[in-house]
């Protein structure tokens, strides 16, 4: 058989099919990361009664909104520069996450949960924060 695949690759003029190169090969994919569920939303009454030691919180305002007040012990992340940030937050942590409403916060909640990390979404941002007499940093 293989006596008569040469004869008919010779008499047709055509080189024999190439060997498979490592181009070929399949490349390996990249290390999937488990994507997790947000954790349900706290209201800013219940963090407000944790000791902000205890917990990691992250704000995802903008510099400038961060710097008119925030909530004692929270650190800044914007939700433009999160993603970058991802290896900030303790390996572990269940962060709760806060904004000026909540909208940008359910974002990085959601953002965090495709990244692995189950997040506390705090619902009503630092607008409830401040209307419930929260004190302020």
């Given at each position: 058989?293989?006596?008569?695949?040469?004869?008919?690759?010779?008499?047709?003029?055509?080189?024999?099919?190439?060997?498979?190169?490592?181009?070929?090969?399949?490349?390996?994919?990249?290390?999937?990361?488990?994507?997790?569920?947000?954790?349900?939303?706290?209201?800013?009454?219940?963090?407000?009664?944790?000791?902000?030691?205890?917990?990691?919180?992250?704000?995802?305002?903008?510099?400038?909104?961060?710097?008119?007040?925030?909530?004692?012990?929270?650190?800044?992340?914007?939700?433009?520069?999160?993603?970058?940030?991802?290896s900030q937050i303790?390996?572990?942590?269940?962060?709760?996450?806060?904004?000026?409403?909540?909208?940008?916060?359910?974002?990085?909640?959601?953002?965090?949960?495709?990244?692995?990390?189950?997040?506390?979404?705090?619902?009503?941002?630092?607008?409830?924060?401040?209307?419930?007499?929260?004190?302020?940093?």
């Amino acid at each position: 058989m293989r006596i008569f695949t040469l004869l008919v690759v010779l008499s047709l003029g055509c080189a024999p099919p190439a060997a498979p190169t490592t181009a070929d090969a399949p490349t390996p994919s990249a290390p999937q990361v488990p994507t997790v569920a947000a954790l349900a939303d706290v209201s800013v009454a219940d963090v407000g009664a944790m000791d902000p030691a205890q917990i990691v919180l992250i704000d995802v305002r903008t510099p400038s909104e961060f710097a008119t007040g925030r909530a004692p012990g929270a650190v800044n992340m914007p939700l433009s520069t999160l993603q970058d940030e991802l290896s900030q937050i303790p390996a572990g942590a269940e962060p709760y996450i806060i904004c000026q409403s909540g909208g940008r916060s359910a974002r990085a909640t959601a953002l965090l949960a495709g990244n692995g990390i189950a997040a506390h979404n705090v619902s009503g941002g630092m607008s409830a924060w401040v209307s419930a007499g929260l004190p302020t940093e």
